[in-house]
């Protein structure tokens, strides 16, 4: 059964339609990177899978249960809402930490406000507090951040806020986790740390979806690549079909023009 | 009043500057937690009537009780809170002090809540999203993420509004508080000016104050940027 499944979503600002209708489903454990140029869609896309922006059109389902149906007029609660959020995980492209705490506090923070909201949280408020600090401490060690704990993220360069960030989505343990060009705001030298991360999250199977300009990254770390055109799907497939043998006349273009700039 | 002493002019002095500072703090108490309320009230986007999506009544009550009190003067909002309920409803005013505190309270909860907005409304959009992906409810997301941050923003201008604040107080006199330039006031009459002139010591020592005080706190918060 695919983790999730996006159908048919419409999405339009004022008197553009930014998605014209876009449909795919993933598997759990797969990587999905979503090309394409500026204004092509793709950052529209992941806000209205993480209900940032609420799609005009289409339906969502996270292992076969829909969580998102535009059709449905009844109004959703807000905790309904936050629940079918929790399923997803968000990487931005600014990173946009909490700068007035500091690494360990700022990926701990969501876990401890919806620990409250556990039946147990008076019972058991110590062990539960522990555990948090204990699978904190654990993304941030994964993510190579285990030495700045204490520093606040303007102390960090912009690959270790954006790897703090990575921690704080991770932290919640969702099903997909999505990245918005996360090196997008990132000098050179920096993007390889970021990209090796995100690489070691594909060996343990984390599932995926990364939107980005890094072409040559995408073609290594994804099982699938995804190649968006004015706001819908234009190719869909493995690396090898879409990078080295694209169909669609876009996509070469789009890649021809990369290959230029190399 | 010209056989005082100088000590029992300074003591009286003080005297006047108690009221000065009584109508400080508690305007400071009462105004500081209405501005907030007032700043809801113009950033609310409630529309009661869902056929006319721009018919926002809270938000123009609020934008149209900052407009009033931001474009009349201090001084005849004090005359109007002493004065009207008598004159319109027959219940006088009981007590100048409450009638100042009304007055001064609603005069700097409306700058507050202009100065709450402008740093509520300088904060990225993507702290609130970051909240949200988190799964944080609007609320954790106000009180945990976005008020600190605004804190930190305001804290220059609320100093600038604060220490206005204790100037304006001298205002009171207009309604009979016998703040401290109404006392010195008195002792011109005697042939006594420097009484009159040496109450711009006080405010400089209060504000002085104030100044290292804002100062301090503004520095406590630059553990971040």
Redesign the interface.
Known sequence: MSVLKIENIHKRFGKTEVLKGVTFEMNKGEVVAILGSSGSGKTTLLRCI???EKADAGKIYVEGTPVFDAENKTKIS?KEI??N??N???V?Q?F?????YNVLDNVM??PK??AKEREDYKVNKALIQSEIKKDALQMLEQVGLEQKLES???ELSGGQQQRV?IA??LV?KPKVLFFDEPTSALDPELTGEILKVIRNLALNKTTMIIVTHEIEFAKNVADRIIFMDDGVIAEDGTPEEVIDNPKNNRTRSFLNKFNELK | MADMTFNEIVRNLFEGFYQNGLIFIFTLIFAIPLGLIITFGSMSKFTPIKSLPKFKPIKWIAKTFVWIIRGTPLMLQLFVVMYAPGMLFDIPMKSRMTAVLIAFVINYAAYFSEIYRGGIESIAKGQYEAGQVLGMTKRQIFFKVILFQVIKRITPPMSNEIITLVKDTSLARIVGIPEIIMCAERFTKSGLIWPLFSTGLYFLFFNGLLTILFGYFEKKMNYYN
């Open positions: 993480n209900f940032l807000a936050r629940k959020q929790l997803f995980g968000l931005f600014s946009n930490l909490f700068p007035q923070l969501a406000l919806l606040y993220p303007c960030s704080r989505a919640l």
